[in-house]
């Protein structure tokens, strides 16, 4: 903290917008607020600390943060480069539940705290994940392609015994991780009347539905199984070949968490040998989805979207907030609730 007025960059893009981070800023503390609206994409998924050669993104910001001690955005390169060239900046905040576009071994050794925004799209991903999960049990996209936009009645198929999907009451759901978006995930599909099963080795308490000590038992009993670890060497892989052989037949996979949680591989052979009746992703091991990536083809039995889960307008809200409540514990000397430097 310094004397004086605060200067601060809120460097926003076209979802945390530059506004929402001013507006916020301005009911949680008193500070001179300079705005700037970053490109979009960003790289939104990907570590800077390797970035090597400059961007247009990083020269903005440069020019932005003259003398400037604060700094939140939300997918701005917070580079090696960028660090150095702003000897002034004395705090980092950035608006999603990791700062992985910060250069955090750059930011300690100049002294540049880094604070980030955990659990503002806890909400929003978990909604989408029972979206998802209830258009790939009805078949609700490829019903509506047939319909308005090849204008045939022949979705009226799956008004068939053998075509019709599943519906949620009594059905067997295993939740694979039981945090933000588990638990959420878990009260939701309690209430429409599923069986719903959990398997989190690290949550310790009650839970929504069964709890399973084993995964291998949670994917023999599940007729859908819905990913909601976080990626770590230890989960990355969690899902292959042999954890899918053990899903009974006709099952359906969701994932709307980290697409290298899932082995995309493994997972269209069982949907192209019938082993799976269907999946939905909204997270892939390579963003963007190759156009090669053999999920394509798949279309009539995969619900693909393009990592929408966390976007709604109160996660872009909640974050600003996120932010804008660490900034003015800095400003205050007060503790910074999520730091990481």
Known sequence: ??????????????????????????????????????????????PVAEVSEASDAEEEL?????????????????????????????LVVVCRGG??????????????????????????TAEFTVGLLLAALRRIPQAHDLLARQGSWAGATYYTYEHSGLELEDLPVGLVGYGAVGSRVARVLCAFGARVMVYDPYVRGEVHGLRLTSLDD???????????????????????????ALLPPGAVVVNAAR????????????????????????????????????????????????????????????AARIAAAEVGRWVRGEPLAHCLT
Not at 224 to 233: G, N, P, W
Not at 284 to 302: H, Q, T
Request: glycine fraction near 10%; proline fraction near 7%; include cysteine.
């Open 259 to 318: 697409g290298p949680l899932l082995d995309e591989d493994a997972l269209c052979d069982a949907l192209g040998q019938g082993r799976l009746s269907a999946a939905a992703l909204d997270t892939y091991a390579r963003e963007p989805l190759p156009p090669d990536s053999r999920l394509r083809p798949l279309a009539g039995r995969v619900v693909l979207t393009p990592h929408l889960g966390g976007a709604s307008r109160a996660v872009a809200q909640k």
């Open 218 to 244: 949670l994917l023999r009993r599940s007729a859908v199984i819905s990913l909601h670890a976080r990626l770590t060497e230890e989960t990355r892989g969690l899902i292959g070949a042999r954890e899918l």
């Open 62 to 90: 440069i020019g932005a943060l003259d003398g400037a001690q604060v700094l939140v955005t939300q997918m701005g390169p917070v580079t090696e480069r960028v660090l150095e060239a702003c000897p002034a900046l004395r």
């Open 1 to 46: 903290m310094t004397n004086g007025a605060v200067r601060v960059v809120a460097a926003g893009d076209h979802f945390v917008l530059p506004s929402l981070i001013t507006r916020a800023l301005a009911e949680e503390t008193d500070v001179e607020t300079r705005e700037l609206t970053l490109g979009w994409p960003l790289e939104p998924f990907g």
């Open 99 to 124: 700062p992985v576009n910060v250069n955090l071994d750059a930011a300690r050794r100049n002294g540049v705290r880094v604070c980030f925004a955990p659990g503002r799209n806890a909400a929003a």
